[in-house]
């Protein structure tokens, strides 16, 4: 077996419900060991279900990362 390196997948978000979950799914379609990788979601402070959507998909999948980041600006 090929020998993977850890990879971190960070991704910035912002009021992204909308397409959070497609992005997930297309994620986990990667041919990677998932005991290789961490997806970390950097929030910057969503107003909407950004935020339970992830902690929600944290319970699957523990190598789902979540930061959040309170009154960014950005």
């Given at each position: 077996?090929?020998?993977?390196?850890f990879?971190?997948?960070?991704?910035?978000?912002?009021?992204?419900?909308?397409?959070?979950?497609?992005?997930?799914?297309?994620?986990?379609?990667?041919?990677?060991?998932?005991?290789?990788?961490?997806?970390?979601?950097a929030?910057?402070?969503?107003?909407?279900?950004?935020?339970?959507?992830?902690?929600?998909?944290?319970?699957?999948?523990?190598?789902?990362?979540?930061?959040?980041?309170?009154?960014?600006?950005s």
């Open positions: 077996m090929q020998d993977y390196p990879i971190s997948i960070v991704i910035p978000v912002k009021n992204f419900e909308r397409t959070i979950e497609k992005s997930f799914e297309y994620l986990l379609n990667i041919e990677y060991p998932h005991e290789r990788w961490e997806f970390v979601i929030d910057g402070g969503s107003t909407d279900k950004t935020v339970s959507i992830i902690k929600e998909w944290q319970n699957k999948y523990p190598f789902i990362k979540l930061v959040e980041i309170p009154n960014c600006p």
